[in-house]
């Protein structure tokens, strides 16, 4: 995170990267082109439908469903704001425009969908680098509902960072840890606890990770019920990576445990 306290998805990220980020049961292959005006073509073949990130300037993506995932930012066409649009082809209801602003002392974005009830989503934060606190809402103007009712609290001290979220409406209750052990390695351990209050349930999940050398990361991760997985990821050329992960069920031992392959493609 830069200066100033980020926008509300950075509350609880570095734990939610270190735990279930590149991890997967599919096997999945990306290849991505840029054109000369630097937009960038990425083609996905995944057995399952998965959850589409943009970061490019310009982002088109297609998966083997056919779909077109478009992205377009518009980086600080005034200081600390950035527009977003995006859709996907042929979903006429997935048009959405996103303003994010970042200031020193405060973190806003708010997005609203192009149809004619369309979903408005706001959250913001303010605080610093040290301790950032906000909230998260979406209200569906169609049924004239709030959909998303989410509040949060991150505190960040040198090499650790703890949070606090409610989220689900206030049925969910998570609290997380990340801590760097070693900056040279990149070595850092990371826990989060999850409690539901309609089935007074409790997840929690623990995890690490480490760098074999700066082109080669592991990761492991293990929860209360039982379930380990690990990964390794290798940078074999620049921006091009390949990742095996596994899971197994140590409570049904007998289950074969699943296995995932992802292969990205970057010039």
């Not at 974005?109 to 303010?126: C, D, E, K, Q």
């Amino acid at each position: 995170m830069g200066k100033g306290p980020g926008l509300y998805t950075d509350i609880g990220k570095k734990a939610r990267d270190l735990l279930y980020k590149d991890y997967q049961a599919d096997h999945k292959f990306t290849v991505t082109t840029y054109t000369s005006n630097g937009v960038a073509i990425t083609s996905t073949g995944t057995k399952k439908a998965e959850k589409q990130e943009h970061h490019n300037q310009c982002d088109v993506k297609v998966d083997t469903n056919s779909k077109l995932f478009t992205t377009i930012t518009v980086d600080e066409p005034a200081p600390g704001l950035k527009t977003i649009f995006s859709c996907i082809v042929p979903d006429q209801r997935s048009g959405k425009v996103e303003l994010q602003y970042q200031h020193e002392y405060a973190g806003i974005s708010t997005s609203i969908g192009l149809t004619a009830s369309p979903l408005v989503n706001f959250s913001g934060v303010v605080g610093n680098n040290f301790v950032t606190i906000g909230t998260d809402l979406s209200f569906d103007t169609a049924s004239g509902n709030f959909t998303k009712l989410n509040a949060g609290l991150n505190f960040t001290h040198s090499d650790l960072i703890a949070s606090l979220e409610l989220n689900d409406r206030g049925d969910t209750l998570n609290a997380s840890y990340y801590h760097i052990v070693s900056p040279l390695t990149n070595t850092a351990v990371g826990a989060e606890l999850t409690h539901s209050f309609s089935s007074n349930e409790n997840t929690l999940t623990i995890g690490t990770q480490h760098a074999l050398d700066p082109l080669t990361t592991v990761k492991a991760r293990v929860n209360n019920f039982g379930r380990a997985s690990a990964l390794i990821q290798h940078e074999w050329r620049p921006r091009s990576l390949i990742t095996i992960s596994g899971e197994v069920d140590t409570a049904a031992i007998e289950k074969s445990a699943k296995v995932g392959l992802a292969l990205a493609l970057k010039p």
